[in-house]
């Protein structure tokens, strides 16, 4: 009877680590950095006022709300003027070597 007792327990103490080692695993799962695939968006952007901007914007944001954990997005704004952008990616379009900021 006091083996039989003595392996409940024992069992018991090895479910419990196993429970233990998986929560730890799926914790440093969770914590660990995934690469996620880029998007490179080249395109007019605001605050160039023009349609195909403001469509760019909208399909940007909400790319980025429905898939911001599957996607990287990054805007690369297409400029022939002044304007100031709050992104790191512009293209002179006047100069076509010019895209700045690319890595």
């Known amino acids: 009877m006091k ?3 003595t392996t ?7 479910v419990e680590q196993l429970i233990k080692n998986v929560l730890r695993r799926k914790n440093s799962i969770q914590t660990k950095q995934v690469k996620l695939p880029k998007i490179l968006v080249v395109t007019t952007f605001p605050p160039r006022e023009c349609g195909i901007a403001t469509y760019s914007q909208d399909l940007v944001k909400s790319l ?7 996607f990287d997005i990054k805007i690369c704004a297409l400029e022939n003027g002044n304007h100031c952008y709050e992104i790191p990616m ?14």
Do not use: E, R, V, Y
């Open 64 to 70: 980025n709300s429905k898939f911001k954990k599957s």
């Open 90 to 103: 512009i293209w002179q379009t006047q100069t076509p070597m010019s895209l700045g900021g690319a890595t």
């Open 3 to 5: 083996n039989k007792l």
């Open 8 to 14: 409940k327990k024992s069992n018991s103490k090895s």
